[in-house]
């Protein structure tokens, strides 16, 4: 048989082999950035939403609540709302990822 068509072997039912199945791991690096992305880009897109649509019955200032610091419509106040949106990503990405691919390997 060649390496290219071996696959590990969990058991056998009666005379076929039956494949093991591997966790699915979360690469962390992966995660991280696509997480910090998706918080920045949705952060923008919220601070955006106040700019173009203010009457909108949204209550933006509820960001400063995940994000220390920020209030609204100031340069450095936006800046650091999105370096601490991309914050947040790593964040989560650094805790979950190890967390659930710890569990992943053991059930």
């Known amino acids: 048989m060649s390496t ?3 696959t590990s072997v969990a058991g056998m039912v009666g005379n076929i082999p039956m494949p093991a199945h591997r966790a699915h791991v979360i690469p962390v690096l992966a ?3 696509a997480l910090s992305l998706f918080l920045a880009i949705s952060y923008t897109l919220c601070v955006l939403g106040y700019v173009f649509w203010p009457n909108l019955p949204i ?5 400063s609540i995940f994000l220390p ?3 609204l419509l100031s340069w450095s106040s ?4 999105l370096v ?4 947040w990503g790593w964040y989560i990405a650094l805790i979950f ?4 691919n710890f569990f992943a390997a053991r059930i």
């Open 4 to 6: 290219s068509t071996r």
């Open 31 to 33: 995660l991280g950035m």
């Open 59 to 63: 209550e933006h200032s509820a960001l």
């Open 69 to 71: 610091g920020f209030t």
């Open 78 to 81: 936006f800046a650091l709302g």
């Open 84 to 87: 601490e949106s991309f914050g």
């Open 97 to 100: 990822a190890p967390i659930y």
